[in-house]
């Protein structure tokens, strides 16, 4: 299904704990109320497979959404739900058709609004900003204003998160700039209690749905 609306709390796992501690904070997490789970590690990571198919069976397991970051292959091997890129040169049509017509599919984007153009008229489920609060690694992702946040999420007609630095002192402000969800790593994985993080994500998330 096409233009389905997305949203909630995004956990992105990527490799910042030992093995073994990172499968068990996502699961964790995952009972907190994640709504999304994706995999973000490079092909050179050498558990990629193994921790791949660990979140996909916790995901499954608990009938949340699981996404690979970047790459086709390796979400139609674990038998993703969907796809998430950070480029644009494979279209949400083409990983359709690699993975199933109603695959979920999204985009990460900067301060280059066009590119929500793009993702609107190729019949993407969402876009992701990057970053809030902090630069990326080598500069890959640059600060985006609040302001830029309220102004793109006012104006898309599909789904925009918002990741990089969040976590619940700076949630609120984020939410207020109208997105749909927030994209989280650090602040959920890395926590003392990846659960109650989580669960205290969902419940301001879910208070400020209900105004």
């Known amino acids: 299904m096409i233009g389905r609306k997305l949203g909630g709390l995004y956990l992105v796992v990527s490799p910042i704990l030992p093995l073994?501690?990172?499968i068990s904070a996502?699961?964790?997490?995952?009972?907190?109320?994640?709504?999304?789970?994706?995999?973000?590690v490079t092909s050179d990571f050498e558990d990629r497979d193994f921790l791949a198919n660990e979140l996909a069976r916790l995901a499954k397991k608990r009938n949340i959404p699981f996404l690979v970051n970047n790459s086709l292959e390796l979400a139609v091997k674990t038998e993703a739900n969907g796809v998430h890129f950070d480029a644009y040169n494979i279209s949400p049509d083409e990983a359709r058709q690699v993975l199933g017509k109603d695959c979920i599919v999204g985009y990460t984007v900067n301060v280059d609004l066009e590119k929500i153009q793009w993702a609107e008229e190729a019949n993407a489920d969402y876009v992701s900003f990057c970053s809030i609060f902090h630069p990326c690694s080598q500069g890959q992702c640059p600060i985006v204003s609040l302001d830029t946040l309220k102004n793109a999420a006012g104006k898309a007609s599909i789904s925009v998160f918002a990741a990089g630095g969040i976590n619940l002192g700076n949630l609120?402000?984020?939410?207020?700039?109208?997105?749909?969800?927030?994209?989280?790593?650090?602040?959920?994985?890395?926590?003392?209690?990846?659960?109650?993080?989580?669960?205290?994500f969902k419940e301001i998330i879910n208070k400020y749905n209900e105004k």
Do not use: Y
């Not at 996502?26 to 973000?40: H, I, M, P, Y």
């Not at 109208?178 to 003392?192: C, H, M, P, R």
């Open 172 to 200: 609120l402000p984020v939410l207020n700039a109208g997105v749909d969800g927030v994209v989280v790593t650090s602040a959920i994985l890395k926590s003392e209690n990846p659960l109650q993080s989580a669960k205290s």
């Open 26 to 40: 996502t699961e964790k997490a995952l009972d907190g109320g994640v709504d999304l789970v994706q995999l973000s």
């Open 20 to 22: 073994q501690l990172l």
